[in-house]
C-alpha cells in the first residue's frame, strides 16, 4: 500500500469501492466539489420517475410509482358504510396501517382537501363510500415518502367509483355488469372523482452548504438532515418536514428546497398527466 | 393588526412558564417544564452501556419513551375498543374500528424528540452507549384539565354501560368518545416536551453542542398569526407549525464572526413540522414570529438554569 500523499488522504492509492466503503463521506464530498453526485445527477435534479396506472386489476384504483429504484404500490378498495352523524354527506378515506406508518405520515392526503369528502356521498346520512388506501414498498433505495405520496395520488387519479343500487331491504349491493332492469342504479356508471390541489413532495438532503434533491438510501445514511417539503398544485405548503438533524436550516436554505419542489411539483404534475392520457387512450 | 386572544395576551405574548430541575432523585436528570396549564415531566437516564440492534455503535443512542396522561396508551383504546365491540355486534360495523386504531400520535413525538436531540448532544463523547428520556405528560390545557386518570375511568365506564343499556347503541356516545379522545391531545405538548427533556438533558449532565427551544405557532383563516395557543384557539386555526431553534448566543467574540450566511447562528431552524395547509409566505412569517420568541425562551432557559447551579453550589 503507498504512503498517504502531501494532502493526507489516500484517495489516489486505493480502489474507488473501497474507498467508497470506507470513507462515505469524504467520497462523496469529493463529488459534491464538482457538484454532482456519483450517479452523475446535478445536484438539484431528481431521479427518473414513472407511474404506471392500474397495476392491480382487482382493486378500484391503483398506480405502481417508480423515482429511481425506489418502488412503491397504492391500491384503493371501496366499501360502503354509514356515513357519521356530524358528517351526513361526506364520505371516508381509510389509511391501512403501512400508509399511516411513515414518519411524515400520509394523512396529509386527507388534511390537503385534495379529494371533496362529499363526492364519496351516496345517499345522505345512510350510505357513503370508504375508500381504503393501501401502500406496498417493493424497493427502497431513498425518497420513500415522495414515492409513497405519489403513488397514492396516482391511485387516486385512477379510482373509479362502482355502479351500486339499492336492493329491497335497502342496502347498497354492488349491480352487475348486465343492469338488473327492476333496481335503479344510485349512481349511473362508474365515475372518477375530481382532485383539486393534488399535493407533490420533494425529500432533500442538507449537508453543510450542499442541498441534494431526491436522495438515494446511501446518500440518506450518511447525510443524517432530511427536509421534505409538500406543495400542493395552487403552491401552497401542505408541510414542511424537518425532524432534527446535524444541519440547521437557515432561510436560504429552505427558499432554495421550497423552489426546488416547486420545480418538482411541475415535472410530477406532467408525469402524472401523461400517465394519465395514456390510460384514456387504452 | 391587533388581535384579540380569549386570555388577553398579544399575539407573540406566550403563556406564564414555569420550569424546574432535579425534581426526581433517582433519574440521573429531571426537569419539568409549564406554559400555562400544559405540563410535562422529563427523566432522563443514562448514559447505559450498549446500543440498540440497529444504531451505530460508534455513536451514543438516545431512545425516547412518550407517556401520556392517562398512564398507558393501551388503556384508553381498550376501553374505546369494548364500546366499539357492541357497536359492531349490534350494527355490524366493522369499518369504524379502524378510526380508532390508526394515527396514535404518541409514536410521532418519540421520532420527532428522537431526532431534535440527537442533533443537539454530542454524540462522539460516549459511543457505544444509550441514554433514555422518558416524556410524562402531567397537565394538558382546555377542558380536559379536571380528567385525572380515576375520573377518567369513571367516565368511560359509564359510557360503556350506556351502551349496553340503551337499545340501539346510539351513535351520540361514540360521538362523545371521539370527542373525548381529541381533547386529550392538546398540540403544544411537542414544544413543552422538548423544552423540558433539553433541561433535563442539561441536568444529567449529558454534553450538548447548544440547547434546543421549541415553540408553536399557528397561522389562523383569515391570516395572521399567533404563537402557543391553547386548546380552545387552535380549534379555531388553519395550521399550525412547531418550530425548534438553537438557544440565543451570548459570546464575547465580536458579532459579525458568528454569523453563518449573514444570518446569526440561532436562527436556523433544528426542527420544524407543520400541519395544515399554509402558504409559503404564513410559513416564513411564522419562522421570524418563531426566533423572536425564541429569544425570550433562550433568556428565561438561561436565568432558570445559572439560578439553580448557584443555589446548588451554595449548598455544596
Keep these: 500500500m503507498g504512503l498517504p500523499n502531501a494532502s493526507g488522504d489516500l484517495s489516489t492509492e486505493v480502489e474507488v469501492d473501497a474507498f467508497r466503503r470506507l470513507f462515505p463521506l469524504r ?53 360502503v358504510m354509514t356515513p357519521s352523524l356530524e358528517t351526513p354527506d361526506e364520505g371516508c378515506i381509510g389509511l391501512l396501517p403501512l400508509a399511516a406508518c411513515f414518519p411524515l405520515s400520509l394523512s396529509l392526503l386527507k388534511t390537503s382537501g385534495m379529494i371533496n369528502l ?134 436560504s436554505a429552505i427558499q432554495d428546497c421550497i423552489a426546488l419542489t416547486r420545480q418538482r411539483v411541475k415535472e410530477l404534475q406532467k408525469i402524472l398527466e401523461e400517465a394519465i392520457s395514456g390510460m384514456e387512450v387504452d | 393588526m391587533e388581535v384579540d386572544r380569549e386570555d388577553g395576551r398579544s399575539q407573540n405574548q406566550l403563556r406564564p412558564l414555569a420550569c424546574s430541575r432535579n425534581i426526581l432523585h433517582r433519574a440521573h436528570g429531571s426537569a419539568s417544564w409549564s406554559q400555562g396549564d400544559t405540563k410535562v415531566l422529563a427523566a432522563v437516564y443514562g448514559p447505559k452501556a450498549g446500543t440498540k440492534k440497529n444504531e451505530n455503535p460508534e455513536k451514543a443512542c438516545i431512545e425516547v419513551f412518550w407517556k401520556p396522561k392517562t398512564g398507558q396508551i393501551g388503556d384508553f383504546l381498550i376501553s374505546i375498543l369494548i364500546v366499539l365491540a357492541f357497536e359492531v355486534w349490534y350494527a355490524g360495523n366493522f369499518q369504524n374500528i379502524l378510526h380508532w386504531c390508526l394515527g ?52 368511560v365506564s359509564f359510557l360503556c354501560s350506556l351502551v349496553i343499556v340503551c337499545s340501539p347503541p346510539t351513535r351520540t356516545v361514540l360521538i362523545v368518545c371521539r370527542y373525548v379522545m381529541h381533547l386529550l391531545d392538546d398540540i403544544v405538548l411537542l414544544p413543552s416536551a422538548i423544552n423540558a427533556a433539553c433541561m433535563a438533558l442539561v441536568d444529567a449532565g449529558i454534553p450538548m453542542k447548544h440547547l434546543a427551544v421549541a415553540i408553536c405557532c399557528c397561522v389562523a383563516k383569515s391570516g395572521y398569526v399567533i404563537l402557543d395557543p391553547t386548546k380552545l384557539e387552535e380549534q379555531k386555526m388553519k395550521a399550525f407549525a412547531y418550530l425548534v431553534f438553537p438557544n440565543s448566543v451570548h459570546s464575547v467574540l465580536p458579532e459579525g464572526s458568528l454569523r453563518v450566511e449573514g444570518e446569526p447562528i440561532e436562527n436556523g431552524i433544528i426542527t420544524s413540522v407543520t400541519h395544515g395547509i399554509m402558504s409559503v409566505d404564513d410559513y416564513f412569517y411564522c419562522l421570524e414570529r418563531g426566533r423572536a420568541a425564541s429569544v425570550k425562551l433562550s433568556d428565561f432557559l438561561r436565568r432558570k438554569l445559572q439560578q439553580q447551579s448557584t443555589d446548588s453550589s451554595k449548598a455544596g
Excluded at chain 1, 46 to 59: D, Q
Aim: glycine share 4%.
Design chain 1, 27 to 79: 467520497f462523496y464530498e469529493k463529488h459534491l466539489l464538482e457538484s454532482i453526485r456519483p450517479d452523475a445527477r446535478p445536484l438539484g435534479r431528481a431521479r427518473e420517475t414513472t407511474i404506471a396506472l392500474g397495476a392491480v386489476a382487482s382493486a378500484n384504483g391503483s398506480a405502481l410509482a417508480k423515482i429511481g429504484s425506489t418502488t412503491m404500490l397504492a391500491a384503493i378498495k371501496m366499501e
Design chain 2, 104 to 155: 396514535k400520535p404518541e409514536k410521532e413525538y418519540e421520532m420527532i424528540l428522537k431526532r431534535t436531540l440527537e442533533s443537539i448532544c454530542i454524540l462522539t463523547v460516549n459511543p457505544n452507549t444509550t441514554t433514555s428520556i422518558i416524556v410524562q405528560v402531567v397537565n394538558d390545557d382546555g377542558a380536559v384539565s379536571f380528567m385525572h386518570f380515576p375520573c377518567y375511568c369513571c367516565t
Design chain 1, 118 to 251: 362529499k363526492e364519496l356521498s351516496l345517499v345522505s346520512g345512510k350510505a357513503a363510500w370508504m375508500a381504503y388506501l393501501d401502500i406496498y414498498c417493493l424497493d427502497a433505495d431513498g425518497a420513500l415518502f415522495d414515492t409513497a405520496l405519489l403513488s397514492a395520488v396516482a391511485a387516486f387519479s385512477h379510482l373509479e367509483i362502482p355502479v351500486v343500487s339499492l336492493n329491497d331491504d335497502g342496502k347498497i349491493v354492488l349491480s352487475e355488469e348486465q343492469g338488473l332492469s327492476d333496481r335503479e342504479p344510485v349512481n349511473k356508471e362508474k365515475r372518477k372523482i375530481n382532485l383539486s390541489s393534488v399535493p407533490f413532495s420533494l425529500t432533500c438532503v442538507l449537508h453543510k452548504k450542499y442541498i441534494l434533491a431526491d436522495p438515494t438510501a446511501e446518500e440518506e445514511s450518511i447525510m443524517d438532515t432530511i427536509v421534505t417539503v409538500v406543495l400542493d398544485s395552487s403552491s401552497q405548503l401542505v408541510s414542511l418536514h424537518k425532524p432534527g438533524g446535524t444541519v440547521l436550516a437557515y432561510t
